[in-house]
């Protein structure tokens, strides 16, 4: 009974592993990302961090990618953007993929200007990442809107004392998506509290980022 409890145990863990993880990109998936965000937003709360960096990423022509290099291509660049952005911030930060193709990051104690900086720099790994599917080089493009969550970001429930993780997350993506039209459509570098970055495509004449060709 012991040996099966442990077993229960693992395979209960192991179960909680994959429902926090995306098996595509081994970045959080929108479940784990939920959780995190729960934990941090619950502290600022408390007053015990000031505030959270949130840096989202979004394609800007996903659909073609998966029409020119097929699905299993546009998976493997999905891949190549959870690897690079990783690569690309500190252990205590956080990834996350919370859409097709949309990522975000948590950046830890970010002053705006640090935010700032620590934005360009994925912006700039991302750009400068070489990928290739079937032999061919994967052009990439994305958009990067960036900003600082505090206490006055926050929503909360019905006790106005316990923060609605759900409700705040809606009300800040809401922020960042309305502000990414914008800003694609008219090149605008901040809309209210959100700021925004280009990713440009990657240069050519550097060797691909490893996994990304076909098995």
Known sequence: ?????????????????????????????????TQTLGHELAQISRGEKQQLGLLFIDYDDFKGINSKYTHPGGDACLANTGQTLKAAVRDTDT??????DEFVILL???????????????????ANSNWSWAGENIPHRATFAYMTVDKTSLMYGQDGRTVDVGTTWEHLAKQVSAGLLKAKEHKHVAIGQVHFLEAKPARRGKKAAPGAQPK
């Open 1 to 33: 009974k012991t040996l099966e409890r442990a077993e229960l145990q693992r395979a209960l863990q192991a179960s909680q592993r994959e429902a926090t993880i995306d098996p595509k990109t081994q970045t959080l998936s929108f479940n784990g990302l």
């Open 108 to 126: 830890q104690g970010k002053s705006p200007e640090g935010l700032k900086k620590a934005a360009s720099k994925v912006a700039e790994r991302f």
């Open 95 to 100: 990834v996350a993929r919370f859409g097709g």
